[in-house]
């Protein structure tokens, strides 16, 4: 366990690397009883650093209480509270405890410039993968080659072979810290992604024994789940229990564009662990999604690139073993990556280590 001092010290650190300075006000956002010793460790990290700081905090109870995940997202109480959303647009820094991600209320506030930091996960989880200037250069490194690349093909062994068009989106880089005006990240971070064409991406995609389906599952998958992808949009879902469990989660929106290709990138952050999920399910997974060399594939909203899907169906799946080709050039194969620039040497083993 971490003692809170060593936590609000920590948060310190994570303020400064976001170039929170003194007179710059610091809000951080909560709801209800949920985080309320985070608030108080970030308000006194932005004191310490001579900032105005306070907490602004909703009443309502909202997507992330406690250790229940992430059912849906898009959808939070800013929505009600117009005098809310203005105090955050007018905010130099803001933290966010309640989980604004993929909302229209998120936009808003980046496009005031206002800088933006979620951070939901499990305390240990943060101090363990505490973000470095080393990782914000493989991510950076990361999008430049998504950047330039027009398209990206996906395979893993278990059959996969996915082809994503390339350009219509930009690139999200995530490196764990908010530094520049209007910038949003959340902490820890460690991973890139970007978007396909709304009708540009294709194939078939399994998703592997001991790939992980995050919230609102929170599990490793148990037998293959494939997946036929036409014109960008899931057609066909496949499989056993878990494609089931999958399939249902989508129909319950009444919402097709739940089944649109969401997100694709890759994570760089080589103190993740792919066990984590086995044995904690709170926040929102960010572990899982960040684990070096996994390549994450995503449903449902796209508004976060600058899309216009909204749909509150989103799910996460991080996968592992895969190998990406950017313009037919090889970046990972089998879970390791290939540029020299996105190695690193004391990375645990990441290859899949399947039953036979």
Known sequence: MIRWADFAALCKRELELCAATEGE??????????????ADAFLTA?????????????SEIGTTLGSSGITSVGVNPLARNPAALRALQEADLVIDLVFLLWSKEQIAIQASGTRMLMVIEPVDLLARMFPTREQKERVQISAELLAKAKTLRLTN?????????????????????????????????????????DDGVDGRLVVDR??????????????PIELTIEHGVVTDIRGGHDAELLQDYLDEFDDPRGYACSHIGWGVN???RWSHRASRTEGFGQEARAFYGNVMFALGPNQELGGSNDTPAHIDIPMRGCSVYLDDEPVIVDGRFTIPELQVSTVRATRSVRSR
């Open 270 to 272: 080589e103190n993740a």
């Open 25 to 38: 006000t610091v809000v951080v956002l909560s709801q209800g009883d949920d985080r309320l010793d985070y």
């Open 46 to 58: 932005a004191r310490d650093l001579g900032a105005y700081a306070y907490n602004l905090r909703l």
């Open 210 to 223: 001991g790939d992980i389906l995050v919230a609102p599952f929170n599990t490793y998958v148990s037998e």
């Open 157 to 197: 062994p278990a059959g996969s072979d996915v082809t994503y068009q390339l350009g219509a989106y930009p690139v999200i880089p995530e490196w764990g810290f908010a530094e520049t005006r209007g910038r949003w990240d959340s902490w820890p971070g460690g991973f890139a992604f970007t978007g396909g064409a």
